[in-house]
């Protein structure tokens, strides 16, 4: 019962994560950019960075939602979870990072102003959620 609600939360929030605004960038007080996730990885694909995005589409959306399907799944069949889903678990922060590291050298560049935005704090909560929901220590 509780790893079906962490699972829940951590849907709920991944959706929310990946098409709410990461980041919100601001250049000279005139132009603005809240860009999300999905933005992202869109605009790498158009600017040619189609390696990439397809990398950081790969780690960002697809290996969550194999994770949070395959526990899912574990969970209504009360089945052990599959090993490979801790192997995932080992990279789901690095977009929290990635994002924290484009914030921090937006602002001490001096170019722009970068401030965290609602969706980093979802997809956040989802890698936390998630990753505690198919910790050892709760059951299905």
Do not use: C
């Not at 960075?49 to 697809?62: K, P, T």
């Not at 290996?63 to 395959?70: E, G, N, R, T, V």
């Not at 937006?106 to 609602?118: I, L, N, R, V, W």
């Amino acid at each position: 019962m509780l790893r079906s609600l962490f699972l829940l939360i951590a849907a709920i929030s991944f959706g929310l994560g990946i098409s709410l605004p990461l980041v919100r960038l601001e250049r000279l007080y005139f132009f603005n950019e809240t860009p999300s996730l999905i933005n992202i990885l869109y605009g790498l694909w158009i600017e040619g960075n189609m390696a990439l995005s397809l990398v950081i589409g790969l780690f960002s959306i697809v290996f969550p939602i194999a994770k949070l399907y395959s526990a899912f799944h574990a969970t209504l069949n009360e089945s052990e979870l599959p090993s490979w889903i801790t192997m995932l678990g080992k990279w789901s922060l690095m977009d929290v990072l990635l994002v924290a590291i484009l914030i921090f050298a937006a602002k001490t560049s001096g170019f722009a102003t970068a401030f965290a935005q609602p969706g980093i704090w979802f997809y956040m909560a989802s890698t936390i959620f998630s990753a505690i929901a198919v910790s050892k220590y709760v059951r299905p």
